[in-house]
């Protein structure tokens, strides 16, 4: 992800089908890029395809303190929801993974 002030850049990248193998593995295409103003300084830390072909993106943002945010995005880039979670303290989302049952876990942090 690419970070800069107040926006999310979300970049999709999905292998080519049929594509040639180069030195660093399969050629990749954007699929959709999509800029999400979220707050004055926002982090994107990681990204998922769900089993529905959308993607949820989970990081942090900075309102009065920082918050966990959850992003879910259909196929098409479109925003379906967002979620900011946070206590008094500093808190902070890492990664994310669907399971078989395809409930999102979300791993992150938070300090008092």
């Known amino acids: 992800m690419m970070k800069y ?3 999310w850049l979300v970049f999709i990248l ?4 049929c ?8 050629e990749s295409i954007i699929t959709f890029t999509r ?12 990204v998922i395809q769900t089993h529905d072909g959308g993607y949820v993106v989970v990081g942090y943002v ?9 992003l ?7 925003l379906v929801w967002i979620k900011i979670l946070g206590t008094v303290g ?15 876990i ?3 942090q938070t300090q008092e």
């Open 5 to 7: 002030p107040g926006l």
């Open 14 to 17: 999905l292998p080519m089908c």
């Open 19 to 26: 594509s040639t193998n180069g030195p660093d593995g399969p």
């Open 35 to 46: 800029t999400f103003d979220l707050s004055d300084e926002d982090w994107a830390q990681d």
């Open 62 to 70: 900075h309102t009065t303190i920082w918050d966990i945010c959850i």
């Open 72 to 78: 879910r995005l259909d196929r098409y880039g479109e």
């Open 90 to 104: 500093i808190d902070r989302g890492w990664s994310v993974i669907e399971n078989d049952d395809k409930s999102i």
């Open 106 to 108: 979300v791993v992150g």
